[in-house]
């Protein structure tokens, strides 16, 4: 049977509190290893009054204190951000204290961050035909989003200037990787210099990839062996080329002999399909914070969300992401999600889901673990 994991934001509720959402977050990850969930993952994400997961180090050492079986991770360490050394050092810690239960899943956010900023600042390239929607073997691939037109807003330039100390640049990504390898593995070496990490050489980790693209991180990933994990609920539109990519550049490795993909997706279940449109009714307004405001606002309510009044372009801003979460009663979604691990070849699915009230939450992975044990069999 594929597993199901879980990816947690710590989100912050309309009219709640960070303290709140952190609770939230230990209660879900006990209830998550209850309900027979594979991984429990934490997001890094940064001045979002929505979300609480901003230090996810430090909230992946208290839920897996929280715990006892599941495995817990991060999905992903910004790696522009951090050295490889102190990404060692941290993650070293939290194993020595739980050993052989964490994961280290680290993304390229940082380089991404330079990346957009130069194409926003670069002419722009000739006109060509977008790529249009289309649905392929009953999963939607939507009309890709264009992210560079974030990095124009002044608020990205204020993150990478309180994200990085003035001056620096974040390095390669395929170097971060490797140096990261070699200081859990001992064998870093400039020259004739050794350098060993205490806590962290050694540490039983698991080290994954996480892109929202056919881009380096996939090839990163193949390249080196490592299993990787694809983005269908960030960039819906590019889940079918990352993973590709990522099967193309696949050699085996000391860590797979053939490629491990996990793919996730944002999810709301409840009893039925009405009582789960309900509950996601507030996800489009979420998103459309992120995405013209670069900062998750608080979850709203299901009553807030249906005072909203959209624009037409508003509503475009948030299309691919509202078009492609899975929500329903616990057996339309598991029949989505089969579609979904189907299309991808997903060895894992990585589940998102936010609601406004905490118990809702809680409710949705509950009902969706039960069907989808239910109908293993039963595709």
Known sequence: MTPLSILDLAPVPAGGTARDALRNTLDLARRAEAAGYHRYWLAEHHLAPGVASSAPQVLIEAVAAATSRIRVGSGAVQTGHWTPLS????????????????????????????????????????????RKAEVVDGLLIPEPFDFTRLAKSPVFDLHGALLQQPGAEAPDFAGIVDDIAALIGGTYAKGDTEAHANPGEGAELELWILGSSGGESARVAGERGLPFAANY????????????????????????????????????????????????????????????????????????????????????????????????????????LRTLQRVTGADELLITTITHDHADRVHSYELLADAWNRTADHP
């Open 87 to 130: 990404i060692v050092e941290q993650f070293g810690t939290i194993d020595a204290l739980h050993p052989g239960r964490i994961d280290l899943g680290l993304g390229r956010s940082g380089q991404r961050r330079a990346e957009a900023a130069r194409g926003a600042a670069a002419p722009p390239p000739p006109a060509r035909e977008a």
């Open 233 to 336: 609920h960030v960039s819906p539109s590019n889940v079918l080329e990352a993973v590709e990519a990522y099967r193309e550049a696949f050699k085996p490795s000391d860590v797979l002999d053939e490629p491990y993909v996990v793919v996730s997706a944002d999810v709301v279940t409840a009893p039925t399909d009405e009582e789960a449109e309900e509950l996601a009714s507030p996800y489009a307004l979420w998103v459309h914070s992120i995405r013209s405001r670069l900062a998750a606002i608080p979850f709203p309510t299901p009553a807030q969300a249906a005072a909203h009044r959209w624009r037409p372009e508003d509503l475009e801003l948030v299309a691919d992401r509202v078009d492609t979460q899975f929500t329903g009663a616990p057996e339309t979604v598991a029949r989505s």
